[in-house]
């Protein structure tokens, strides 16, 4: 730190001499002798020397070496490029460049210059949204805790209705009963009335007959025997009848489902809206996308890799957010079906989702994105702003691929094609092929592109569901799983049984193989560019062995 008493030169030859200066250059302090010596040596003569109290423990922690090259300086600018390199990037990567600069000569009038006036004011706007973002998410924060009290009082508010509701339902069942019991009564008794009826005509028989047995005559018996041989026969008949269609009746509680359904009294739902502030990005910034990237790339060469550590599975998609973040769709377990990443490696945030994923689709012009979940005959909606997911929406087959088309979803399933809007309302389907569409992709001419994995074939389709053409190569083709496409639109199609990258042009043409298991490739799936062409993401192996080679592309 500048705030430093003593000469940082002196020091390290045992000197003790007090500082005046700091030198920005050197990163030191500087006694009056050398700050002497500084004026007097050539090479030093332009270090640039301020108060030593200046504060300069972060202003001056700046990189100086190169990110490729470690042990090389940064020595020259690229125009072109609007970046810093090194002497080795300046002759390998910028080669072709128009204007190569040493930073000293690239450096003069920055002060004064169009670039450190936008930094400024991109800076100033960063700190803007910054403290905007601060206070929003300061406010966010009280509103949680407000909402709760809110939520608790509504929680009670609901069980007293759900008390007042079922002492209503209970006053209408003891109603219900009391009425029950009253019929029924009435019922029985009407039952009972016309038994005793009956119960005193056949007494009233017993009683002749037996009186007659005992004081009557022979011929008197006889005639009586006649005549009540045709009453019992009837009242034989009549309770053959009747006894049949009595009950015996119980009343009883048959309770409802509503213990059961009542688990709980409700859920916690989070409601969220996008944040009100709003960061525009600069023009600057906006304007670095250079357009020699439409050109054909021609160098591919692994800079890094990056382990997944999901034990199950594959991810057998990917796409690139605008910001340049990784999402993958994770096909081993639902809690992470869909994860983001860095571009550099560094994992951000999984979302769970109601099954495990295959296929993903950005929605353009939202933060949304469509995802396949296969084993559910389902796709699901996500916000990949907050990662929350959305409503689900089923579909009449095990679909994998998913492309966004004209406002339309387009979904892969077993030799068909289907187009859905974005409600979830089928509105066409086209046959295509035979076995599943595992990758569905859509070029700047609105073709389709999509990968019959065990099929090994490549189809285009256009709008109207024409096949344009299908495109095999035997052996090499072996497996197209994933594609993506470059600046000029030719596709890139990982094949994960031959363990190659295949580019082939949009009329259906094999340009080359760029990437083979020779150099690493181990069943590629995922496949994806960064939004400047400038790195290549393909998603290698399997189960423990899961990795992202990152490959940089001139």
Known sequence: ???????????????????????????????????????????????????????????????????????????????????????????????????????????????????????????????????????????NKENIEKSKATTLQTIVKFKRQLIQELDELEKKLLTEIDETEKNLTKQAESELSLIEIRCKAIVDLSEQLEFLTKHGSEIQILMLLNTIRVDISKQENDFHNLVPSYECIDVSFKASGLKSALNSLGSVEIKSVPCSIEHKPSKRTQAQVPPAYEKMLTKFKLKTEFRVPYSQGKISSMVVTKDNRLLFCYTGDKSNALSIWSETGYHIQDCAL???????????????????????????????????????????????????????????????????????????TFNVGRRVLHSLKTSKMDMTYCCEADNDTLHCIDFNGTVIFSYQSPPDFDGPVDITFDGKDNLYVTTWRSNKVHRISLDGNLIDILLKKEIGLDEPYGIAFNKNYTKLFIANGKCENKQVLIYDCA
């Open 354 to 428: 109601a099954g495990t994923a295959w296929g993903i689709a950005m929605i353009p012009g939202t933060n949304e994105a469509v995802v396949t979940l296969p084993s559910l005959h389902s796709i699901q909606f996500v916000n990949i702003a907050s990662m929350v997911p959305g409503k689900i929406i089923e579909v009449p087959d095990k679909c994998y691929g998913v492309a966004v088309i004209k406002d339309m979803i387009v979904l892969g399933g077993k030799g068909k094609m289907y187009f859905f809007s974005m409600t979830g309302s089928l509105q066409k």
């Open 1 to 139: 730190m500048a705030s430093s008493k003593m000469c940082g030169p002196c020091s390290r030859v045992d000197k003790l001499a007090s500082a005046v200066t700091f030198c920005t250059d050197c990163e030191d302090p500087l006694c009056a002798d050398c700050v002497t010596m500084h004026k007097a040596i050539k090479a030093l003569a332009l270090h640039h020397l301020i108060d030593k109290e200046v504060q300069t423990d972060k202003a001056f922690n700046i990189r100086r070496t190169c990110s490729d090259h470690p042990d090389m300086a940064l020595e020259f600018y690229c125009s072109t490029h609007d970046t810093l390199c090194c002497r080795t990037c300046s002759v390998n990567t910028h080669r072709t460049c128009g204007k190569i600069l040493p930073v000293d000569v690239a450096a003069r009038g920055i002060k004064s210059s169009v670039m450190l006036n936008d930094v400024t004011v991109d800076l100033k706007g960063l700190l803007k949204n910054v403290e905007q973002l601060v206070e929003e998410r300061a406010k």
